[in-house]
C-alpha cells in the first residue's frame, strides 16, 4: 500500500522491506557463514569480533527497524485526517 502511494515513504518501505527480507532470510545467512569460513580470521582478534557482532545484531537490529518504521508510518497516518483528504473529518464532509 505505502509503494503504490508512492514517494518518499514507499522507497523507503520497499528499502526497509527489502533489507528485513534480506537479513533474517536464510540465504543471506548461508553466504554469512561461507563467508566467515573463507576469511580465516583469528578468533581472538578485534577484526573477528567485530564481524561476530555484527552477524550476531543484524538481524534484531533490522527487525527494530522495520518496527520503528511501521510504528512511526501509523502514527503519522493516524495524526491529521483531515490533511489526507480522505473523506475522513471535518474537512472531507
Same mark, same amino acid.
Request: no cysteine; aromatic share 10%; charged share 10%.
Given at each position: @500500500?505505502?509503494?503504490?502511494?508512492? /514517494?518518499?515513504?514507499?522507497?523507503? %518501505?520497499? !528499502?526497509?522491506?527489502?533489507?528485513? !527480507? $534480506?537479513? +533474517?532470510?536464510?540465504?543471506?545467512?548461508?553466504?554469512?557463514?561461507?563467508?566467515?569460513?573463507?576469511?580465516?580470521?583469528?578468533? +581472538?582478534?578485534?577484526?573477528?569480533?567485530?564481524?561476530?557482532? %555484527?552477524?550476531? $545484531?543484524?538481524?534484531?537490529? +533490522?527487525?527494530? $527497524? @522495520?518496527? $520503528?518504521? =511501521?510504528?512511526?508510518? =501509523?502514527? *503519522?497516518? /493516524? *495524526?491529521?485526517? &483531515?490533511? *489526507? #483528504?480522505? #473523506?475522513? #473529518?471535518? &474537512?472531507? #464532509?
Amino acid at each position: @500500500m505505502l509503494w503504490a502511494e508512492g /514517494g518518499k515513504i514507499g522507497r523507503l %518501505a520497499l !528499502l526497509v522491506n527489502a533489507a528485513g !527480507l $534480506v537479513v +533474517t532470510g536464510d540465504l543471506a545467512w548461508v553466504f554469512f557463514v561461507a563467508l566467515i569460513r573463507s576469511l580465516h580470521l583469528p578468533a +581472538t582478534g578485534l577484526p573477528w569480533q567485530i564481524l561476530l557482532a %555484527a552477524l550476531i $545484531v543484524a538481524a534484531p537490529i +533490522t527487525l527494530l $527497524v @522495520m518496527s $520503528v518504521f =511501521y510504528l512511526w508510518v =501509523y502514527a *503519522r497516518s /493516524g *495524526r491529521h485526517p &483531515a490533511e *489526507r #483528504g480522505d #473523506g475522513v #473529518g471535518p &474537512a472531507g #464532509g
